[in-house]
């Protein structure tokens, strides 16, 4: 019999107590074998969302997570792994561009992604709307495409980091998701599991992430750089605005055609900003180049010579999906209806919020409300204005696509309410901070 009882963890964590290294083990190791069930575990989330835990709790919990199941060893391929996460946003397509185009500068890809959290995206939920896309693949399969082609892109399909898989879930149907011990332990611990020997993280800050401040964000930041220092793992966080949606598009298969058409060399100014720092800090941590202004120059040269779209349709061709919707993004499926926001006065637009954005996507069915819920990849928002854009009255500020007419009513008042548009014109910096291990 264990000498530990789920129900005093608990109750120390509710009293703002430290839990030790082998408490945090017992329970990881517990409910990941389904011993703790979700009710008690849920108690426990909670208590920690609401105290918090220490640097040295985050840490163990972190490890506890990464060893929950099989941890890939990708030393027999003799390469520099540098993955990459994001803390999480809106009409964040990042991963779908930068990995295949560092890919295509010789950075080995073997990226496990997540799916939509919260109102935020995922990257498998969009990899999923191209039609065939596989992304549940063993991990021989998974270490083989990385070996032939340099890249592969899959879900938490593999017994990788099983505890995060079980607890993120979790943490999505109970409201504790903004919570820098949780999401520090669940991003690294998948890193740690997937083989990454170093990891650049975008930290995403404002409306539409789950730091609303760079104060929390720094917070996130350092937590998951000492962790990374103490498992001997390189990181460096790339702070990024999240107040209004990241590109244009919001859904799953608009923003896979955003994406293509990033990789055909039309890029929207913040996308590019994001894409070309992470990518041009994968490229040094890779040994490719310490000049970061001369790696984002290699970055554009990639978009520019047609080599990263190449490698994003190699990547998948190669997981069985259709390319010829890459090569007419016309075939996508589109959605029933799709209707106008006009704006209603004149002047700058000085708010697009994400959150409400990604909330309103979310209901028009691009993301789930509940764990079982099923994606419609067809619905959406593509915007037509960022913030600090001029409009005139009755201008499109938005597009809405829908499947269901009272949805799209709904969602059309919705946007009414949460564009905001000003005399003087707003600037949003895109990139906010960088910080290294
Ligand atoms: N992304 C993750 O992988 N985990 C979190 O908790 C938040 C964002």
Known sequence: MSKFHILDIIEKKRDKKTLSKEEIDYVITNYTNNNIPDYQMSALLMAIYLNGMDKEETTNMTLAMANSGEVLDLSKLNKIFVDKHSTGGVGDKVSLILLPLVASLGVPVAKMSGRGLGFTGGTVDKLQSIPGYNTELSKEEFINNVEKIGI???????????????IYALRDSISCVESIPLIASSIMSKKIASGAQKIVLDVTVGDGAFMKDIVQAEKLAKTMIDIGTLANRETVCILTNMDEPLGFSIGNNLEVKEAVNFLKGNMPQDLKEVVFSLGAYMLKLSGLGDNIEQNKKKLEQNILNGKGYEKFVQLVQNQNGDITYL?????FPKAKYIENV????????????????????????????KKEDIIDNTVGIVLKKKVGDFVEKNEIVAQIFANDMDKMNEAIENMNKIIEISENQTKIDTILKIIYG
């Not at 090569?327 to 075939?331: F, I």
């Open 327 to 331: 090569e007419d993004l016309n075939k």
């Open 152 to 166: 592969s892109m899959i879900s938490q399909s593999m017994n990788l980091a099983p505890a995060d898989k079980k």
């Open 342 to 369: 006009y704006a209603g006065k004149k002047g700058y637009i000085s708010k697009l919020p994400a959150k409400s954005i990604g909330k309103i996507a979310c209901y028009l069915g691009a993301g789930r409300e």
